[in-house]
């Protein structure tokens, strides 16, 4: 009555099913596998026997076995070198396996282990323990087949991350090629005054922009803006900003004016500055915000008339040599409602010239936890006194690399060189 009220409660004791389906059990004594494959199949395992272990691994190479359960001691190929083989075996999950001996010796023990054993059981088995012993085992594979499941899903997951990243990189990439293509021509000739552009983003694209555009005969107009942040969202803004300030198509151009008897005119830079900040403000729903330099130069009066909007202060360098900054500062362009700004001019004389840079520059790493700074970007113009056009830009750009120590640039590097010059060899 005592071992049938035993049976009963293995019977209710037992785990539910799903982790371990198959346990095979591997013994030379076939009374002992029907003991264990009596007490397993009562508690719901499918259950195989094999009674050597040459046997077992044939069996193991042809189907899925859970938890293994086999003598230590049999002729031939041990249990030992049973699990060992058993370890070898390329398989789709862990498989749980535990020895059966009368080994007790801490050493002999300690081999198991280091051999492939996760478990042992000394013969005779009882009933209760090697439920415990599977129950244990049937944690372990619950866990593993857990964690397998989580690195699958990491494992799918990160590579739609990135095939994702390829395909962002790609269209990056793209964009990038639109965005320089907004600047079709990196310098021109206007006959007395030459302009060149410098424009680099740090990373696929940036949120700089410089450009200009001819007004008429005698006069054309520059810009230089920088907007807030980085990557796609300042990138697209700059495209929009771009269209405000076309010259391929002037009639779109907020610089511009019509005048009577056709042709065109210059708007007031600080008319458009307000007019930009309008549209920000209420026609384009962003918290974006950007910084300008907007001016045109009149080749007659030798007369530069510029809004500043929060960019840097740009610098005229004389013929002679002398470097110094001019401006006012004022308020970026979409961040105040109803923010105020000013036009100031400049007058050039032959042989002198006007540089507008970006923050990128002027915040350039010095390379001992400083910026470059107002001071240090005079230094370089002064130092390249000679250079004309592109050429400056080409020097320029490699002395600022030297500054950064070579390194990646932490933001986007962009100005506008404007060289005034009557009596230029042409």
């Known amino acids: 009555m005592a071992i049938a009220q035993e049976k009963v409660a293995y019977i209710q004791a037992v785990p539910e099913r799903g982790v371990v389906n198959t346990v095979l059990v591997v013994d030379d004594s076939r009374a002992q596998r029907r003991i264990l494959s009596s007490y397993l199949g009562r508690w719901g395992y499918v259950v195989r026997e094999a009674g050597s272990g040459a046997e077992a691994l044939e069996l193991c190479q042809r189907e899925p076995i859970d938890l293994v359960v086999s003598d230590w001691m049999m002729p031939g190929m041990s249990g030992l070198d049973f699990c060992r083989?058993?370890?070898?075996?390329?398989?789709?999950?862990?498989?749980?396996?535990?020895?059966l001996t009368s080994k007790s010796e801490k050493a002999e023990i300690a081999q198991g282990l280091d051999t492939g054993a996760d478990d042992f059981l000394t013969k005779p088995v009882a009933g209760d323990e090697l439920l415990a012993r599977i129950r244990a085992g049937e944690r372990i594979?619950?866990?593993?087949?857990e964690l397998t499941e989580k690195n699958r899903l990491v494992s799918?997951?990160?590579?739609?991350?990135?095939?994702?990243?390829?395909?962002?990189d790609r269209d990056l990439i793209e964009a990038r090629k639109l965005q320089q293509s907004l600047v079709r021509e990196r310098a021109h000739d206007f006959g007395a005054a030459q302009v060149a552009l410098l424009l680099r983003p740090s990373g696929h694209v940036g949120g700089d922009l410089v450009g200009f555009?001819?007004?008429?005969?005698?006069?054309?107009?520059?810009?230089?803006?920088?907007?807030?942040?980085?990557?796609?969202?300042?990138?697209?803004m700059t495209a929009r900003l771009a269209a405000y300030l076309t010259g391929s198509t002037p009639e779109q151009n907020l610089a511009l004016r019509r005048v009577p008897g056709g042709g065109y005119a210059p708007e007031a830079p600080s008319r458009v500055a307000a007019r930009l900040n309008r549209l920000m403000l209420e026609e384009m729903e962003t918290d974006l915000y950007f910084t300008m330099i907007l001016g045109y130069f009149d080749l007659r009066s030798a007369e530069f008339v510029m809004v500043q909007c929060g960019h840097p202060h740009p610098l005229v360098q004389r013929a002679g040599g002398e470097v110094t900054y001019f401006g006012e500062?004022?308020?970026?362009?979409?961040?105040?409602?109803?923010?105020?700004?000013?036009?100031?001019?400049?007058?050039?004389?032959?042989?002198?010239?006007?540089?507008?840079?970006?923050?990128?520059?002027?915040?350039?790493?010095d390379g001992a936890d400083g910026m470059l700074g107002e001071t240090g970007v005079a230094e370089l113009v002064a130092k390249l006194s000679g250079e004309r056009g592109s050429a400056f830009f080409d020097t320029f750009l490699w002395d600022l690399n030297d500054v950064n120590r070579d390194r990646d640039f932490p933001d986007d590097i962009s100005a506008v060189l404007l060289e005034f010059d009557r009596h230029k060899t042409r």
């Open 85 to 99: 083989a058993f370890r070898a075996l390329e398989r789709e999950h862990y498989g749980y396996f535990i020895l």
């Open 141 to 145: 594979l619950r866990m593993e087949r």
């Open 156 to 168: 799918s997951t990160l590579k739609e991350i990135s095939e994702l990243y390829d395909s962002l």
């Open 213 to 236: 555009f001819p007004i008429n005969a005698d006069q054309f107009g520059v810009f230089a803006l920088d907007v807030s942040g980085h990557g796609i969202a300042s990138a697209l």
């Open 329 to 365: 500062g004022g308020l970026p362009v979409g961040l105040i409602p109803g923010a105020q700004y000013a036009d100031m001019r400049i007058s050039l004389r032959d042989g002198d010239r006007i540089l507008i840079c970006s923050d990128g520059i002027t915040e350039c790493p």
